[in-house]
């Protein structure tokens, strides 16, 4: 089967829902960890779960990349990469939305506290009004979700442009798609 543009974005769109899902739930299980108010399981918890997620996004962007390039002919590095940013641009918004959800759902007072510790700390680049600081409480979701969209972008595009390299790499010294050990038996 042939890769055209409407089979890259649907296969990036079942693998950017796999990808999103999978990053959201290690963020809600972070989340989950910091309700316990332990803070050796919250430190744990959030070295752990971003090891697992940082890991397995690597491995799952390999797995897809692979099962893209064996399942369609003539696949290239430049479809395997738009592929990757595909992903990485549909499941970032996944990963955005439910980061943005979460901090919807944070009592004010936190966000309020939160706004005025940042005050606190560039002090010396002067301070906000209360105004000012009620209108980026009120924004912190929308600069959230913006802040990990591009985010997610990025590093889904740098691992993408990687990703694509090594899996063709691999098969540099293959012939005809043949295992290269099994050629040199008839050489020995």
Request: hydrophobic share 45%; proline share 1%; glycine share 8%.
């Amino acid at each position: 089967m042939k890769l055209d543009n409407k089979s890259l974005w649907n296969e990036a769109g079942r693998v950017g829902f796999v990808f999103g899902g999978f990053s959201a739930l290690c963020l809600l299980l972070r989340e989950g960890a910091a309700l316990t108010k332990s803070s050796f399981l919250i430190q744990a918890a959030a070295i752990i779960l971003w090891a697992v997620e940082f890991f397995g996004c690597i491995l799952l962007m390999k797995k897809y990349m692979l099962d893209l390039r064996d399942k369609f002919d003539g696949v290239t590095v430049i479809d395997t990469y738009r592929f990757g940013r595909r992903v990485a641009l549909l499941s970032g918004m996944i990963l955005a939305a439910v980061t943005a959800i979460l901090v919807m759902n944070t009592p004010e007072e936190t966000i309020a506290s939160l706004i005025e510790q940042v005050n606190t700390s560039f002090a010396s680049l002067g301070s906000i009004s209360d105004d000012e600081k009620a209108r980026l409480g009120d924004k912190l979701p929308l600069y959230t979700f913006i802040g990990r969209w591009i985010y997610c972008f990025l590093y889904g595009s740098l691992l993408s442009s990687i990703m694509s390299r090594y899996i063709f790499a691999q098969d540099m010294f293959r012939q005809d798609g043949g295992n290269q050990e099994d050629d040199n038996v008839d050489n020995q």
